[in-house]
């Protein structure tokens, strides 16, 4: 690559810091810019509902890299900056302001944005979502003294910002349409352990409920469930799930189903454009299909990969998914991907009632996903290693403790 070359990245989050880190590791000695729409530097969002909202994690310890990398790695951010037209024909994009930048080679790392409840109240004081730094830092001034706390959605941010919320002394509710929380994530099985998780800690679980309004004059009061209930609230927290920021790959002409279509490199139909991170729906060898991916690790991991591949690297994206999450004493990685129904049972290796424990999911006789709980000693690895494999492991060998991880497949 010639010192004339212009890589740009829409999209200053951690699949973008990534990105540029690894073009710079492989040697590209061209431009990189970085473009993004928040006014801070990239940062990783797992600390906003975890440590961070809770006060724990200094804000310097969730940006990628700390100012000077920038400068000492030659990487121009331009930050608070939209891009709003990607002229695929001039190789260049369009800011709101009008400025063009030309690439080279483009990578979309927009992420998503959060669903929006679309209830009569939504637009009330008193309604939070957690996207953003500033979202956080709003969030944890809301709840920190207290008070009561509606949660609407069990999924990931529900439930993490429930545990929070409950630290700080609130009483807290939170509302689910599904019969568990995490059902399309987990399944009912170990859905069913996270509710008793919560109803342990004090929350009150509303499950197979639906929100119909928020109500309130001017702040939120309370939140109206189809029941006919009124659960009041000081604070309502909506985590209903995101939606990839496709609009700008959309209009340019780009394929687009449930995110930016690219294949196991990451690369669009276009082979001067990539997409990494929430908004890519990659071809998955490990798994023989598309996947799109909202969590921290296919950020991290898919910016590298995208780096590598705009250099014409031979690089595939094909690691299992990884999730971690941490809700009052408990600690949890899982690793794998299952399709709605996607798998024929659930092998528990340990004791639930311990609270420490491996889970597995099989379909065929493989293990297609796999979590552990509070078992650092052994971690996700030896699920991920099972996943990798492919190969027909029998229940009774993962159940086996005497067995360990490692022998799976031997016997």
Known sequence: MTTEQT???????????????SLREEGFSGRITLIGAETELPYERPPLSKGYLLGKEEKAKVYVHDEGWYAANSVEPLLGRRVTVLDRAAH?????????????????APGAAPRRLDVPGADLD???????????????EAIRGGGRVAVVGAGWIGLETAAAAREYGCEVTVIEPRAVPLHAALGPELGAF????????GV????????????????????????????AADVVIVGVGVSPNTELA????????NGIVVDESLRTEDPDIYAAGDVANAFNLLYGTRIRVEHWANALNGGLTAGKAMLGRPVVHDRPPYFFTDQYDV??????????GGYDSVVIRGDLES????????AGGRVVAGMHVNQWDEGIAPAQDLIRSGVTVRPERLTDLSVPLSDITKG
């Open 331 to 340: 600690g949890m990685e899982f690793s794998g991907w299952f399709a709605p």
């Open 204 to 231: 009150d679980l509303r499950l197979g409920r639906e929100v119909t309004g928020l109500l309130g004059s001017g702040r939120v009061h309370a939140v109206a469930t189809d029941d006919g209930q009124e659960i």
């Open 126 to 140: 008193g309604v939070h979502y957690l996207r953003s730094l500033d979202d956080s830092e709003r969030l944890r």
């Open 92 to 108: 260049q994009v369009e800011l709101h302001d009008g400025r063009r930048v030309r690439y080279d080679r483009l990578l979309l």
């Open 7 to 21: 890589f740009v990245i829409v999209g200053a989050g951690l699949a973008g810091a990534k990105a540029a880190e």
């Open 355 to 362: 609270g420490a424990f491996h889970a597995f999911w099989l």
């Open 194 to 201: 996270f509710a008793d998780l919560h109803r342990r800690h």
């Open 250 to 257: 959309e209009r340019a002409g780009l394929a687009v189903e």
